[in-house]
């Protein structure tokens, strides 16, 4: 909400000394802004009554239709499963795919239609309707970043434009479909995709918001912080900066395509697990149409669209998890594996840990340590045995760091080849050729993933269930950082392309432009002209 700015009490016509008057406006102060007038806090409260209501219509239509299957253990509790799923492969069935081999019951997704009633048009609509909506949200996000990178001015503010609007009818759109989709073919993309391959595109999304939050809230306890004195921190942040700077302008595209990806995956199936899954892939949709809001900034929401996993990991491992080790084979690891990282890292993100002593820092660390002893000193193994399953604890919280610091060597391999190969220029000006070159290689790096994941499906690759997450995990990633470069390079190709353009009819073009005159910014405060800028 600028203030008026009044006309010129004079008009200065521009002539070949390439003078440039711009126009001095005052910048929008967010105090003054009240709450009711905030349309990303609007927006926001729109989102989670939405998917409030959402929920509701699964659980309502769900239990309309007589469905009842939370888990492979379920079977046969109704007719209902029986007639749309087969049975988890338990016991392994020789020969058929899918369905024997090891750990078989974990690669196996137990919500999806029975053989005989999978047709071409029930996985040409699922993948149609992916297809449709990832396009539209990458594409609503390019535009978003282009215009707002284009302009001058303050970047976030808590006005919506007419992309996030955009973004938000989309998201809310593909939603209502994939619940009506749900209950005329039902079949999402499960029946060609690996479950391994939707597991490792939420954990990489998790990935690079670890990234993203590295500049404010460092690794461990908030350490390195940009206020360290130690040669230590120093020396990490200054190997980080350059390739935690390309994470954080492009980290979006990636999150976009894990949320959709995933979200398409799931049938809106009834059950605990689904829900709280389709709750996080929404608020991650809706913390990308919020973009460039005060909003998308929000210590407390990020901590929230962060950690919500772990609620969510937890309770689908405990509710396919089965009567193996007295029901505790899954969620321990999960549920403590996630809570380690939080009390480690995610937490000092929030603005209350900065006044308060460094020292009250490992509090949270010590009352996880003396639960998670507790919480194992009972839990059996297979034989029944209590503490030997303390490693379990460990495994997310390694998995998580070491596929951070595998991104940030990726980005940082990848800036010096494109350094090598453009020989340090910072000029990024395309052709619309070249810009439709490095936006279909862009498209390819995602299309790419999903080919391989596709093929893991249907060669019926007998990897491990956790194990086959860390492959997608590992093999995503890269594709993923090559994606961005593709992406980047067609940003600021146009951003550079609108800095270059005049923007005003009295402004002659400037230097950036060969064989034109030059351009001296003249500013003009209340219509009239600042001398210092002359002087």
């Not at 219509?57 to 379920?74: E, K």
């Not at 434009?161 to 209950?183: C, D, E, G, P, R």
């Amino acid at each position: 909400m600028e203030e008026p700015v009044r006309e010129p009490d004079m008009q200065l016509p521009a002539s070949s000394s390439g003078l440039v008057f711009q126009e001095t406006r005052q910048p929008v102060h967010h105090a003054e802004v009240r709450w009711y007038q905030r349309q990303d806090l609007w927006a926001w409260l729109y989102g989670m009554v939405f998917i409030g209501g959402l929920i509701g219509a699964i659980f309502g239509l769900g239990t309309y239709r007589g469905w009842y299957a939370p888990s492979g253990y379920a079977y046969n509790d109704t007719n209902t499963t029986r007639e749309r799923f087969l049975p988890e492969p338990f016991a392994p069935e020789e020969g058929v795919k899918g369905r024997y081999g090891r750990d078989a019951s974990a690669r196996w997704y137990f919500w999806k239609l029975r053989p005989e009633l999978v047709t071409s048009w029930t996985r040409l609509f699922v993948w149609t309707c992916y297809t449709v909506h990832q396009l539209l949200a990458w594409w609503l996000m390019y535009l978003a970043q282009v215009n707002k990178q284009a302009r001058k001015g303050k970047k976030y503010s808590p006005i919506m434009s007419k992309y996030n609007w955009a973004a938000v009818a989309v998201h809310t759109f593909f939603h209502l479909l994939h619940l009506a989709q749900t209950h005329l073919t039902y079949d999402a993309t499960a029946q060609d995709v690996t479950i391994g391959s939707s597991q490792g595109s939420v954990i990489v999304a998790l990935l690079v918001v670890l990234v993203v939050e590295f500049r404010d809230r460092g690794v461990f306890f908030g350490w390195p912080s940009a206020g360290s004195t130690g040669k230590a921190g120093k020396a990490v942040r200054s190997w980080l900066n350059e390739s935690v700077h390309l994470v954080r302008k492009y980290h979006g595209y990636v999150i976009m395509w894990a949320a959709v990806y995933t979200f398409w995956y799931h049938p809106m199936e009834n059950t605990l697990g689904h829900v709280l899954g389709f709750f996080h892939t929404w608020i991650l949709m809706l913390q990308g149409s919020l973009l460039y809001t005060d909003l998308h900034l929000n210590r407390y929401w990020r901590f929230l669209l962060e950690v919500w996993v772990t609620l969510h990991g937890g309770l689908v491992a405990y509710q396919t998890g089965g009567p193996a080790q007295m029901g505790t084979k899954l969620w321990p690891m999960f549920t403590f594996g996630f809570v380690g990282l939080i009390v480690l890292t995610q937490l000092f993100g929030l603005p209350f840990w900065k006044h308060l002593p460094a020292w009250t820092r490992v509090f949270p660390s010590l009352v996880y340590l003396a639960v998670t002893l507790y919480m194992y000193s009972w839990l059996p193994d297979e034989y029944g045995r209590p503490w030997t399953r303390l490693w379990e604890p460990v495994v997310i919280p390694a998995n998580q760091y070491g596929f951070a610091l595998y991104i940030c060597g990726l980005v940082t391999f990848g800036l010096y080849v494109e350094r090598k190969l453009t020989n340090g220029s910072t000029k990024n000006i395309l052709s619309n050729f070249g810009r439709a070159a490095y936006v279909c290689g862009f498209l390819c790096m995602y299309l790419i993933k999903i080919i391989i994941s596709w093929a893991f499906q249907y060669f019926d690759i007998h990897i491990p269930g956790t194990a086959m997450m860390i492959v997608h995990e590992s093999i995503f990633i890269v594709f993923a950082v090559a994606a961005a470069f593709f992406v980047r390079r067609v940003v600021e190709a146009n951003t550079q392309k609108a800095h270059a353009e005049p923007k005003e009819k009295h402004e002659i073009p400037g230097m950036v432009i060969p064989d034109t005159y030059g351009s001296i910014p003249v500013s003009l405060e209340n219509g009239k002209v600042k001398e210092s800028v002359l002087t």
